[in-house]
């Protein structure tokens, strides 16, 4: 009788169990099959959380949540101002919608482990090959190179920055999204910005910015250029992310200073310039620890002619603008300055005229005495008369 061998069922049995928790690594759940439950994803009402690859997760859930992530691309949106909100959309950064109803632009493929994310993503627009994203995730958090790119495709990118523990760690670069230049770079460390920063025109590639951070905060020179990199458009000193002493802006084509400004620890604090391309006053205004100061009385009175003579000659229905107003009190300021500088040169001239004559005068007192003695007794009517031979240029011989 042939006796069973009972290990191959046994052998078998453990070898399918192998496999199956094997798999558990390698499923795959599509989102709309998904839960997610404090934070976890599950598979439909499984009670264990999920482990594999998750599909179709739309970037805005993959991303909202990561305080990390909305620092860097709020920097993003500072560099690139210009960027439209369809653009931006379209990328899978920003705007998430919120409606059902609207499509979702972009969709992730992730890696997830026990319900947390956890390892490589992409992310790319609806039923297309077109990444718009690539970044890797530790423990729920984004860790590693994150790579953004353009709606134009894989080939060009429109920022990559390292991740560390969920906040931006390392070099940031920003390209412009239609020259595909780079048009900054800077660095963060533990999600604050650190080091150098340098911007550049999109165009020639020049710097046209450099500032420093320092425990992100402006610490030092900040100056920005025009596009050759050489004419200074504006310069500052800032102390812990405040301007400190004398702010200054220039025509970026002739070199022309337009604007002056000062500060005290963040505050305007004295007289605050600036000029047309022509080199013509426009704006002065007075700053006491950042409060505008009151116009003088006689800026006040120049200024209250102008409204009258405004209203006179024009349309009634016509408002001066703030624009002419600030122009209007410039000008009644310079005018002020040139009254009052005429008034002291005024005042100079006659008194270093009176000087003149009384030492004319002391001269002709001193002669006299000298010919008829210390003692003699000078009168009114002589002094009157020495004062006017002074005036006419007369002096002792």
Not at 142 to 163: C, E, H, M, N, R
Not at 202 to 226: H, K, S
Not at 265 to 281: E, F
Request: net charge negative; glycine share 10%; proline share 5%.
């Amino acid at each position: 009788m042939k006796v069973p061998n009972c290990r191959y069922p046994l052998i078998l049995s453990s070898l399918v169990a192998a496999l199956a928790l094997a798999g558990c690594k390698g499923d795959v759940l599509d989102y709309r099959n998904a839960q997610i439950v404090n934070g976890k994803v599950y598979a439909g009402d499984a009670n264990k959380p999920f482990s594999g690859t998750l599909t179709n997760v739309p970037s805005g859930i993959v991303l909202e949540s990561q305080s990390g992530f909305r620092k860097v691309v709020a920097s993003i949106e500072r560099v690139l101002p210009a960027l439209t909100y369809d653009y931006v959309r379209s990328v899978g950064i920003d705007y998430f919608p919120t409606d059902l109803r609207i499509p979702v632009p972009v969709y992730c493929d992730t890696h997830v482990d026990n319900g947390i994310l956890d390892g490589n993503a992409v992310c790319k627009a609806p039923n297309t090959d077109n990444v718009r994203l690539e970044m890797a995730f530790k423990g729920g958090r984004p860790d590693g190179q994150l790579t953004i790119y353009t709606p134009d495709g894989v080939s060009q990118k429109l920022a990559t920055i390292a991740f560390r523990d969920g906040e931006p760690d390392g070099r940031q670069e920003i390209y412009s999204p239609t020259t595909h230049r780079l048009v900054h770079a800077s660095n963060w460390t533990k999600g604050a910005p650190e080091g150098q920063e340098e911007g550049f025109d999109e165009n020639t590639g020049n710097r046209i910015l450099i500032a420093t951070y320092v425990n992100g905060q402006v610490n030092g020179p900040f100056t920005r250029y025009a596009a050759d990199g050489k004419q200074i458009t504006y310069r500052a000193i800032f102390v812990n992310g405040k301007p400190e002493g004398t702010e200054e802006t220039y025509d970026p084509m002739t070199g022309k200073l337009t604007g002056r400004a000062e500060y005290t620890n963040g505050l305007l604090n004295g007289t605050v310039k600036r000029w047309n391309a022509d080199g013509k006053l426009v704006y002065e205004k007075d700053y006491q620890n950042g409060q505008e100061s009151l116009p003088a009385p006689a800026v006040t009175a120049c200024l209250d002619r102008r409204y009258t003579a405004f209203y006179r000659s024009g349309d009634l229905r016509e408002n001066v603008n703030s624009e002419q107003r600030n122009r209007w009190e410039a000008e009644c300021k310079e005018e002020s300055r040139g009254s009052a500088s005429s008034t002291r040169r005024s005042e100079s001239a006659a008194t270093t005229s009176s000087s003149d004559d009384e030492i004319c005068v002391s001269i002709w007192t001193a002669a006299f005495h000298r010919e008829n003695g210390d003692d003699a007794i000078v009168t009114a009517d002589q002094l009157g008369e020495w004062r006017s031979w002074c005036k006419d240029g007369k002096r002792p011989s």
